[in-house]
């Protein structure tokens, strides 16, 4: 459980700690597997280059970018935030990573005031950059994305981006435009990428999505009509598949993969 409301606390014993470098998140490997590299509170709380992002079953969580990371013995690796989803990571903790490298990202980012130009400071308490020289505040920026799984019966309409691994499909995807609902979104993007309309659209589900800052609001949407037509600047294939002969799709923990899984389980 995540509680972002609780103040940082003065006399945890130990404390989770995300220490990051882009896309990338040191964890501890042991025989048994991997963990993520755990401190004594009261060390990172005294400490500059740490920031509080919450607690997490009541255990306080920090974040610290590589460059600044002073507490590390060398038992610590690199390892993509990617390659943890579906190998072991839990649903909460990776909200919070997802947090925690959001954070960075965006701190890294807006370094300067964009209203006024002089330099920023974290805030003491918020997870927050302030000007004190005109006072704006500047919250981490979060990208609301769609993205849909679309049925016609027993078959669902997959693609596969130029990112994707080899022989990967997933659902359509997209970012949401100023001014649009996230319906209005789905639809587009739907017809700009594989020509087809769709109809009686279900809100499923959300995941903040690190990548770099993105929120994706999963969607269910029925075929309406069409034939496909890819857009080959955002897929490269786009095709229908039965639920029980699908080809190789994102691993369990990412919302494509709970969009598919919702979608089979109807025929089980
Ligand atoms: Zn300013």
């Known amino acids: 459980m995540i509680d972002l409301s609780s103040p940082e606390p003065g006399n945890a014993e130990s404390a989770r700690c995300y220490v990051i470098h882009e896309q990338n998140i040191l964890i501890a490997s042991n025989p048994d597997g991997w963990q993520l590299p755990r401190f004594p509170g009261f060390v990172l709380r005294q400490h500059p280059a740490y920031h509080f992002l919450g607690l997490m079953h009541d255990e306080p969580c920090y974040v610290c970018a590589l460059p600044d990371h002073e507490l590390d013995d060398g038992s610590l690796q690199p390892m993509p935030l990617r390659h943890l989803i579906g190998g072991g990571l839990d649903e909460t903790e990776f909200s919070m990573i997802s947090r925690a490298m959001q954070f960075l990202s965006w701190q890294r980012n807006h370094r300067f005031c964009s209203r006024c130009g002089h330099p920023t400071e974290p805030h003491h308490r918020d997870l927050a950059m302030t000007c004190s020289s005109c006072g704006y505040f500047q919250y981490p920026r979060i990208?609301?994305?769609?993205?849909?799984?679309?049925?016609?019966?027993?078959?669902?309409?997959?693609?596969?981006?130029?990112?994707?691994?080899?022989?990967?499909?997933?659902?359509?995807?997209?970012?949401?435009?100023?001014?649009?609902?996230?319906?209005?979104?789905?639809?587009?993007?739907?017809?700009?990428?594989?020509?087809?309309?769709?109809?009686?659209?279900?809100?499923?589900?959300?995941?903040?999505?690190?990548?770099?800052?993105?929120?994706?609001?999963?969607?269910?949407?029925?075929?309406?009509?069409?034939?496909?037509?890819?857009?080959?600047?955002?897929?490269?294939?786009?095709?229908?598949?039965?639920?029980?002969?699908?080809?190789?799709t994102p691993p369990p923990g990412s919302i494509a993969r709970n969009l598919i899984d919702h979608w089979i389980a109807r025929f089980k």
Request: aromatic residues 10%.
């Open 143 to 248: 990208t609301p994305c769609i993205i849909t799984l679309v049925t016609d019966g027993e078959h669902a309409l997959l693609g596969r981006s130029t990112r994707f691994p080899e022989g990967m499909y997933s659902c359509l995807a997209g970012f949401m435009e100023a001014g649009e609902s996230a319906e209005q979104a789905l639809a587009r993007e739907v017809r700009e990428e594989v020509g087809v309309a769709v109809k009686n659209l279900n809100y499923l589900a959300s995941q903040s999505w690190p990548f770099p800052h993105s929120l994706m609001l999963g969607f269910h949407a029925e075929y309406a009509g069409g034939d496909i037509v890819i857009d080959d600047d955002e897929i490269v294939a786009a095709d229908w598949f039965h639920y029980d002969d699908l080809p190789m």
